[in-house]
């Protein structure tokens, strides 16, 4: 167990609708990252917040939107979906705003996106 | 712009045999290596990882094999077992920055 926690686990949704992600860091963590892995696909950087700031952004449409709490839990909302948006999507979290000296990151088991 | 480039895709080795799995990057400025494992329905998790300042680092079955003029390394998997079957990526970073991975290697080690 990691430690992140990731809601929900499954959610099919039809096209052109809205969902939105949750991500609950590490206790401590600052940092909350998502990933997007699409089959058979590496995992793609989307975007990075640090202790509620963004902090990097990656290969994130203009649908996908993220922000980071005062609580530090994370929101992936993602909109107007495609088929091709259909993916697992990680949260992974670390302490510092960057890699620490063993630049780890410290994922969750994802949430399984289907949209029909 | 895919910077760090994992082979082979796919990987299939009878127990006790050793995979290898070769990734190459293309910027220079990547100073940490990092292979994660994950096991299907789990989120990827740090499995060994390298600076350039050293060309090898073993941890139990596990090696990274570093080629800096190259821009290549390795993870070697010696005596693989059916319980090493899982999706290997390696990763690249700068300091600070996001760790970019490869595309992934599906490993199958058959009994």
């Known amino acids: 167990d990691s430690g992140v926690t990731q809601t929900p686990k499954h959610l099919i949704t039809a096209t052109g609708q809205r969902v939105t992600l949750r991500c609950s860091p590490r206790?401590?963590?600052?940092?909350v990252y998502w990933y997007q892995q699409s089959l058979d696909q590496g995992l793609q950087f989307l975007i990075q917040?640090?202790?509620?700031?963004?902090?990097a952004k990656g290969n994130i449409l203009e649908r996908f939107s993220a922000q980071q709490f005062p609580d530090l839990h994370s929101e992936l909302n993602l909109s107007s979906l495609e088929l091709g948006d259909s993916a697992l999507y990680f949260c992974?979290?670390?302490?510092?705003?960057?890699?620490?000296?063993?630049?780890?990151?410290?994922f969750g088991e994802g949430s399984r996106l289907t949209v029909l | 712009q895919q910077q760090v480039k994992q082979s082979p895709q796919s990987l299939i080795v009878q127990k006790g045999g050793i995979s290898i799995i070769n990734c190459a990057y293309e910027?220079?400025?990547?100073?940490?290596f990092p292979w994660y494992q994950q096991f299907p329905g789990k989120g990827p998790a740090l499995l060994i990882a390298?600076?350039?300042?050293?060309s090898e680092k073993k941890e139990g079955r596990f090696t990274i094999s570093f080629n800096k003029s190259a821009k290549q390394f390795s993870l070697h998997i010696m005596d693989s077992q059916p319980g090493d079957s899982a999706t290997y990526f390696c990763?690249?970073?700068?300091?600070?920055?996001?760790?970019?991975f490869g595309g992934g290697t599906r490993l199958m080690v058959k009994p």
């Open positions: 992974a979290s670390s302490l510092l705003g960057g890699l620490t000296a063993t630049g780890e990151l410290f």
């Open positions: 390298i600076r350039p300042d050293v």
């Open positions: 917040y640090y202790n509620g700031e963004e902090r």
């Open positions: 910027n220079t400025a990547f100073d940490y």
């Open positions: 990763a690249a970073a700068n300091a600070g920055n996001m760790l970019t």
């Open positions: 206790s401590g963590d600052l940092s």
